[in-house]
């Protein structure tokens, strides 16, 4: 599986960005994809999720402001996406795209362990919202 994301930057508080993950190499019948972040000298939060079933979970301090979606533009080429709105300072942080198999979300709660699980994950991208 190959992950890489796109599409972070610095905004101002209370702009938007759009984070990309082209992901490769997917079991197109057993995925769970999330977005996790991690700012420093803080546990990483695992912000969305989506399986292959599309059922989707958010963060409680992102709900109503994050959207993550999936583009199967091909079998196993996909590009999973953040939108993100109503950017806060506390968003702040690099954020990475992982896989996994699909049960590995119904176990998604939000804490610092699950997103420790995901077996792939990209490189990252920075996003900074300023106050």
């Known amino acids: 599986v190959g992950l890489a994301e796109s599409g972070g930057g610095s905004v101002q508080s209370g702009g938007s960005l759009k984070l990309s993950c082209a992901a490769s190499?997917?079991?197109?019948?057993?995925?769970?994809l999330a977005w996790i972040r991690q700012a420093p000298g803080k546990e990483r939060e695992a912000v969305a999720v989506i399986d292959n079933n599309g059922i989707i979970n958010y963060l409680d301090s992102v709900k109503g402001r994050f959207t993550i979606s999936l583009d199967k533009a091909e079998s196993t080429e996909n590009t999973l996406y953040l939108q993100m709105n109503s950017l806060k300072p506390e968003d702040t942080a690099m954020y990475y795209c992982?896989?996994?198999?699909?049960?590995?979300?119904?176990?998604?709660?939000?804490?610092?362990?699950?997103?420790?699980?995901?077996?792939?994950r990209g490189q990252g991208t920075q996003v900074t919202v300023s106050s």
């Open positions: 190499g997917l079991n197109v019948n057993s995925y769970c």
């Open positions: 992982a896989s996994d198999k699909r049960i590995l979300c119904a176990y998604y709660d939000g804490g610092s362990v699950f997103p420790g699980r995901f077996n792939y």
